[in-house]
């Protein structure tokens, strides 16, 4: 909105105040402060305001109240809200990868298993099929097994509109010493607004491979330049 000195004097420490709130809506700051306005000087300002979950379909009303430190006031201006209600969004794992070749995050040997002495990287898709957005969507990564260590904690995923899927990505690395046929990734999904609170597990099957050393030798006795 916009203030406006319509008078010949100075007007002193305005501030405005945010009156008569809805339960349905939050707002940052209830007090806005301009300070001094001269005569015929306009100054901008603006509200920051959320939405509450019990938000209706509909039309919220606000008073703004307008006043000075020397007592003069405004006549105070009903603001209308357009507000619709809260359709919230349903996340879910949609499906899973490895990729164990030479690209990204992976280092193996490219046969779409995971070994040990591997990096693998994995491919996460992670679907809205619920009517509402999801804002701010972050992947917190832990793991059952001290050996397995992520190469990040959090996952930042963003947004997924309502009936969308989005894929990221992590790695781990997998010790060449690791001898176990399966390991889990246990991971939760959160969001700004703390509606979403998705927990899941990626189960892996590992294969262990080591080399198997032998060794010959041959005797030399007058036959080599060290023997006699």
């Not at 938000?55 to 007592?71: C, P, Y």
């Not at 030479?102 to 679907?127: C, D, H, M, P, R």
């Not at 097994?145 to 509109?161: A, L």
Request: glycine residues 10%.
């Amino acid at each position: 909105g916009v203030v406006r000195n319509d008078g010949g004097g100075v007007a002193r420490g305005v501030k405005i105040d945010i009156e008569k709130i809805p339960s349905t809506l939050e707002f940052v700051n209830k007090k806005i402060l301009l300070g001094d306005i001269n005569p015929g000087q306009r100054v901008p300002y603006s509200i920051s305001l959320k939405a509450k979950q019990n938000a209706k379909d509909g039309t919220e009303k606000i008073q703004i109240f307008l006043s000075d430190v020397r007592g003069n006031e405004a006549k105070p201006v009903i603001a209308k809200i357009n507000t619709s209600k809260y359709i919230p969004p349903k996340i879910t794992l949609d499906s899973w990868d490895i990729e164990d070749g030479q690209l990204g995050l992976a280092k193996g040997n490219g046969n779409k298993l995971a070994e040990n002495g591997e990096s693998i990287e994995y491919f996460v898709t992670i679907n809205n099929s619920g009517l509402g957005p999801a804002y701010g969507l972050n992947m917190k990564l832990y793991s059952n097994n001290k050996q397995i260590i992520p190469k990040v904690i959090n996952v930042y995923i963003g947004k997924i509109g309502p009936k969308t899927k989005k894929t990221v990505s992590f790695g781990i690395d997998i010790p060449a010493t690791f001898k176990k046929e399966m390991f889990s990734i246990d991971f939760q999904i959160n969001d700004v607004r703390d509606v979403v609170d998705f927990k899941g597990k990626i189960k892996t099957e590992c294969l262990y491979r080591e080399p198997i050393l032998s060794y010959d030798y041959v005797i030399h006795d007058g036959t080599s330049g060290g023997s006699n």
